[in-house]
């Protein structure tokens, strides 16, 4: 994948703290800017990169891995973005024609507003598709934490579904309660 604004280019997958980010002793990484906190393994997940699309670090990207099973796996990206005053909904709206590169007969499932246990409201879509000759699912949602904007983009097989999920609800609420509103950065 190559879109800056949903993925995280391979030749920016890193796990290397930039000055965007901190690396604290457990191996969570922190975003400077957001103090928003992105632990080594979460939820069944394991962070395997992280880039920065900002120098500033206004624009960054964590992503995570969680095996399925066999062969099976989801892959979720994280956007922390700063954009000002922006609902979730337009945000998602914007970000949606850029989830579906490398896709083909995309469908929409579900798309609603939707409310992070403990958190803001938010934006999501669940959507079909296929890419390889393969069934996928993609999550896509869109939610404020503080004065900050965060968007992620799950993709995974389609007979993993229900799994897939209730994994990334799983992380959304994990991080959720380890990155409480009232603990992030004001906007710069």
Do not use: C
Request: aromatic share 8%; proline share 6%.
């Amino acid at each position: 994948m190559s879109s800056l604004s949903l993925a995280i280019p391979a030749t920016a997958q890193t796990d290397i703290p930039t000055s965007a980010f901190t690396r604290e002793r457990d191996g969570t990484l922190a975003h400077s800017g957001s103090i928003l906190q992105f632990p080594e393994a979460v939820a069944g997940f394991r962070r395997t990169g992280n880039a920065v699309f900002d120098p500033g670090g206004a624009y960054v990207g964590v992503r995570y891995l969680m095996p399925l099973g066999q062969d099976a796996q989801i892959q979720l990206t994280i956007a922390i973005v700063q954009i000002g005053q922006m609902t979730p909904k337009t945000h998602y709206s914007i970000m949606k024609p850029m989830a579906f590169r490398g896709l083909y007969k995309v469908q929409v499932i579900a798309e609603r507003p939707y409310t992070r246990a403990g958190g803001a409201p938010g934006h999501r879509g669940i959507f079909k598709a296929v890419r390889n000759g393969r069934p996928k699912m993609v999550d896509l949602r869109a939610f404020e934490q503080g004065s900050w904007h965060l968007r992620s983009r799950g993709e995974f097989p389609a007979t993993h579904r229900i799994q897939a999920e209730k994994a990334i609800d799983d992380l959304v609420s994990q991080l959720s309660a380890i990155n409480r509103s009232d603990q992030t950065a004001p906007t710069r």
